[in-house]
């Protein structure tokens, strides 16, 4: 079994800053890109960001310049430093995480979400 747990996310000021984190635990051999997705009410879940196991990273257009991902191999965890928050960041984020299971397969796994709320 694998889990992921999200933490980090809540109520933020229109400029403002989150960080958000995802950590990965059970029974992992490898864990290979992981990445964050949003979804706003109404509105298609999307990719915010992705970094691989070499840590090369991809963002889509609206954050790039204002979010930072990263990872912590030794802790199974990868971040997302949001800054300059806008009104339109406010989206339930996901984070994503590609794992190879001991004795099993390689697959996505998804995080529970944790809310994201920029207010003026």
């Known amino acids: 079994q694998v889990q992921l747990v999200e933490s980090g996310g809540g109520l933020v000021q229109f400029g403002g800053s989150l960080r958000l984190a995802c950590a990965a635990s059970?029974?992992?051999?490898?864990?290979?890109?992981m990445g964050w997705y949003r979804q706003a009410p109404g509105k298609e879940r999307e990719l915010v960001a992705v970094?691989?196991?070499?840590?090369?990273?991809r963002y889509a257009d609206s954050v790039k310049g204002r979010f930072t991902i990263s990872r912590d191999n030794a802790k199974k965890t990868v971040y997302l430093q949001m800054n300059s928050l806008k009104f339109e960041d406010t989206a339930v984020y996901y984070c994503?995480?590609?794992?190879?299971?001991?004795?099993?397969?390689?697959?996505?796994?998804w995080g529970q979400g944790t809310q994201v709320t920029v207010s003026s």
């Open positions: 994503n995480v590609d794992i190879l299971v001991l004795f099993g397969q390689r697959r996505d796994y």
């Open positions: 059970g029974s992992i051999l490898s864990i290979y890109a």
């Open positions: 970094i691989t196991s070499g840590s090369s990273t």
